[in-house]
């Protein structure tokens, strides 16, 4: 049975950091896009980065460019997302999920997800 438990959110001030760790067991990180979502109250859920844990390649939202960073621990089998300089537009449920339907990372078809863990960004 595949899981994905998202870990690491809380609250912060603007300007703040976290770090958030999606940890995935019964899977076998290759090929398929691993990626992060959001969805903020009465919003649509958003692809916010992506990486390929069997490559070097990392995909991000031009929202948080420059301020977020994936990456990734096989051995661990886990996938973190590094948040920076957080503005309170990046509140919301983040979630992780794996093995996309299609080819575009952003795009919310995904067979595995995780349960989410909360960010709020206060002014």
């Known amino acids: 049975q595949v899981q994905l438990v998202e870990s690491g959110g809380g609250s912060v001030q603007a300007g703040g950091s976290l770090n958030l760790s999606c940890v995935t067991s019964?899977?076998?990180?290759?090929?398929?896009?691993i990626t992060w979502f959001r969805q903020a109250p009465g919003k649509e859920r958003e692809g916010v980065a992506a990486?390929?844990?069997?490559?070097?390649?990392?995909f991000y939202a031009d929202s948080v460019k420059g301020r977020f960073t994936i990456s990734r621990d096989n051995a661990k089998n886990t996938v973190y997302l590094r948040m920076n300089s957080l503005k309170t537009e990046d509140t919301g449920m983040y979630y992780c999920?794996?093995?996309?339907?299609?080819?575009?990372?952003?795009?919310?078809?995904?067979?595995?997800w995780g349960q989410g863990t909360q960010v709020t960004v206060s002014s």
């Open positions: 019964g899977y076998t990180m290759r090929r398929n896009y």
């Open positions: 990486i390929i844990p069997g490559g070097n390649s990392a």
């Open positions: 999920a794996a093995e996309s339907y299609h080819a575009e990372w952003y795009r919310t078809a995904y067979k595995y």
